[in-house]
């Protein structure tokens, strides 16, 4: 417990200094409008996806039009959803061949069952990832069978594993312009039980230069593009300029081996960087480009539901809402300027967007440091009705059970708030998170 107290300090104070320095400029004099983010209704078959972010365009059709990417929400959308082959660069290791393999459910962007492996070596609590790639993630498919990673081959003792399941990347975009002081202030609002752990990661964009974390389940990520570089190389084993090795991972060959750290040299015959940054701009600003995940039907029961919610303490850490900063703010360290769409707005997302130890932690380290092995980011509630496998590991059917898996000081509180309430109750909370 000491131990952690001392990681939050560290990090808040690290927090403290930085933040200082990215605070958004008032504007001055005029009274700010905040508006409901535009919402989609989650359904393919519906053309409501698009949030006004840059021109909409046409759908590609691949035999008559090239897609540009960073341009159109159209173009961005095929190129998110493109499959890459071999002779694009795909693997020689990866996990799926493109971005909408794994995010697509129900509409492009969002959740599936696809997961993934991460694991590594816990000698007396101290993680480390498999030597080498300074990466924990497991590559579940290769392009050639003598390739293929398993933790029970190599060179590296393998003693912590854990899956990860597939995360909405729908209505990120407004998670990207929420203010990093805003997420801490929140957190120093939490009472002690329920205090989440505020992180800084590096902005591949700016020359890594920290900022308020946000994205994935380890808060590993603060910008859509950074994390779009890490995927590109991470999933899919596409190199390239965001991909967060200072450009040195696509020219000095450590791509030539593997997350167990074997030689692949002679797989991969592609030359690096095998994209120059165009794809991975294209996959950031389509995800800046869709509207928020919308809510189902509301039943009175749903409804009350809500308020129970916030009545037995899961607002706190699934923080309703948040408001973006406003339009024209320059976001990740000067190298995103929020856009009037993503601006001013109100995303109802019910997650502080913090690291919790709620105890389900996979004993994983990537940004946050030492003390964070056992925590999770809260994952934003919003389209869960979309998501049949819950928690980090997708190992929990059911709501009911994912609730009873919550402990932790605040998760306890929490989940025995839950187990107190009567039946119908409880089936209120259930609905109400059917209809998120
Ligand atoms: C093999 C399946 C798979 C592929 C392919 C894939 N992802 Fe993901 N994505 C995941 C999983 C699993 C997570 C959660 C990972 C974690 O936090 O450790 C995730 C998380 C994310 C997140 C964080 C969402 C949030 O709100 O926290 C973003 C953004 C993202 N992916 C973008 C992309 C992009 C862009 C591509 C294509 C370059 C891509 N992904 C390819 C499975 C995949
Ligand atoms: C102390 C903070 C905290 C509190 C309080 C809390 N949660 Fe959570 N919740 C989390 C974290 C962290 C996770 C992710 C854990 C994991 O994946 O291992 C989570 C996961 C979930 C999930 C799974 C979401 C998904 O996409 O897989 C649901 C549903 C959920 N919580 C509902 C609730 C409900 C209902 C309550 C109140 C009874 C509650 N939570 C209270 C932090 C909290």
């Keep these: 417990m000491k131990s952690l107290k001392l990681v939050i300090a560290l990090l808040f104070t690290v927090g403290a200094l930085v933040c200082l320095a990215t605070l958004p400029n008032s504007v001055a004099g005029s009274s700010v409008q905040i508006t409901a983010a535009l919402t989609t209704d989650l359904d393919k078959r519906t053309d409501d996806l698009h949030n006004g972010f840059g021109a909409k365009g046409t759908p590609v059709d691949e035999c008559v039009a090239d897609p540009v990417p960073g341009q159109s929400f159209e173009d961005n959308k095929f190129i998110f959803n493109e499959i890459e082959t071999v002779e694009d660069g795909l693997g020689p290791t990866y996990n799926a061949p493109g971005c909408g393999d794994c995010h697509d459910n129900p509409d492009f962007g969002g959740f599936s069952q696809m997961r993934e492996l991460r694991a590594g070596t816990t000698t007396n609590g101290v993680f480390t990832a498999p030597p080498g790639q300074n ?21 590296a003792t393998i003693n912590t594993a854990d899956f990860r399941t597939t995360l909405n990347t729908i209505g990120d975009g407004f998670i ?41 389940w380890k808060n590993q990520h603060s910008s859509l593009l950074s994390f779009s570089g890490d995927a590109y190389l991470n999933e899919m084993g596409i190199t390239n300029i965001f991909d967060d090795t200072a450009g ?87 190298a995103f300027t929020v856009p009037a769409a993503l601006g001013n707005k109100n995303i109802r997302l019910f997650s502080d967007l913090l690291l919790h130890d709620v105890g389900t932690g996979d004993g994983i380290v990537q940004n946050g440091g030492a003390g964070t092995r056992n925590m999770m980011r809260t994952p934003p509630l919003w389209g869960v009705r979309t998501r049949p496998e819950l928690m980090h590991d997708g190992l929990s059917l059911t709501f009911n059970s994912a609730i009873q898996r919550h402990a932790g000081t605040g998760g306890t509180i929490a989940r025995n708030a839950f187990n107190a309430l009567s039946a119908t109750s409880r089936t209120d909370v259930i609905n109400f998170l059917l209809s998120l």
């Design 176 to 216: 990207e312009a929420i203010d990093s002081n805003v997420l801490l202030a929140n957190r120093n609002a939490q009472s002690a039980a329920f205090q989440g752990t505020f992180i800084q990661v590096p902005v591949v964009e700016a020359n890594r230069a920290a900022r308020g974390a946000r994205f994935g």
């Design 248 to 334: 040195t991972l696509a020219t000095n060959g450590r791509r030539e081996n593997d997350s167990l750290n074997r030689s692949v040299a002679g797989f991969d015959g592609v030359a690096d960087p095998e994209d120059d940054g165009d794809d991975v701009e294209a996959f950031a600003q389509f995800m800046r480009q869709t509207r928020a995940p919308g809510r189902g039907p509301i039943s009175a029961s749903a409804a009350r539901g809500e308020a129970l919610f916030t009545q037995i303490q899961c607002s706190v850490c699934h923080t309703p809402s948040f408001n973006t900063v406003a339009p024209g703010t320059v976001i990740n360290n000067g």
């Design 135 to 155: 990466s924990s993630l497991i590559q579940l498919r290769a392009i050639s069978a003598p390739i293929q990673e398993r933790i029970d081959v190599g060179p």
